[in-house]
């Protein structure tokens, strides 16, 4: 079974500062590295995803950065705002069943003014 | 276009009771699961399905049935409900297991 170990558990930064969470896996059978907001209340859902034939996936304020030898991912948060402050997950596919998508345990950030 | 629709978005259950959690899609969707949300635990893959009549064991399926008899609907069963299984619920779906997931919003179960 897949383990997704993320860190750290919470995060608080200042308006404008960078916020960086860090996600390892044990092993995948597919290179898919999904990060996924979650507002108190609602669902997740789908911020940006890695396919790493690339090291680094950047869509405005977010970027992906990739270690495949590490085994290890990770997302920043450019000029973090209060609006961006959410649940973050990471996640990746299953070692043996890549239609299993495995979860880790979360980081909630909180952006302060 | 409604996506993933949950419900009820609430429920007070006492032990040992039975109940059935809904979920729907109307995105033709082949792929469905059900996850568990807990303080600390992230999110818990519970059961799946990759298509109409077809279904698999997540990470924690222990107390929990389910059944796809259609594309757009991923009932999930409790048969007889314990304390353990209060947690807040999440129904998923997508093309496939690593494409982009919907999820509902979620039902925010106890069980007393």
């Known amino acids: 079974q897949q383990q997704v170990k993320q860190s750290p558990q919470s995060l608080i930064v200042q308006k404008g500062g960078i916020s960086i969470i860090n996600c390892a896996y044990e092993?995948?059978?597919?290179?898919?590295f999904p990060w996924y907001q979650q507002f108190p209340g609602k669902g997740p859902a789908l911020l940006i995803a890695i396919r790493p034939d690339v090291s680094e996936k950047k869509e405005g304020r977010f970027t992906i950065s990739f270690n495949k030898s590490a085994k290890q991912f990770s997302l920043h948060i450019m000029d973090s705002q209060p609006g961006d402050s959410a649940t973050y997950f990471c996640a990746a596919p299953d070692s043996y069943n890549t239609d299993k998508l495995i979860f880790g345990t979360g980081t909630r950030l909180q952006v302060f003014p | 276009n409604a996506g993933v629709t949950q419900t009820p978005k609430f429920q007070v259950l006492k032990t040992g009771q039975s109940m059935t959690l809904q979920c729907a899609q109307d995105m033709n969707h082949e792929y469905m699961s059900w996850y568990r949300q807990d303080p600390g635990m992230g999110l818990r893959l519970i059961h799946y399905?990759?298509?109409?009549?077809?279904?698999d064991q997540g990470e924690v399926p222990n107390g929990y049935n389910v059944s796809r008899s259609t594309t757009e609907d991923f009932p999930l069963r409790l048969l007889s409900a314990a304390p353990s299984q209060t947690s807040v619920y999440f129904c998923a779906s997508s093309f496939g297991g690593n494409t982009e997931a919907f999820f509902g919003q979620g039902t925010r179960l106890t069980v007393v």
């Open positions: 399905s990759v298509g109409a009549g077809i279904t």
């Open positions: 092993n995948t059978a597919f290179d898919y």
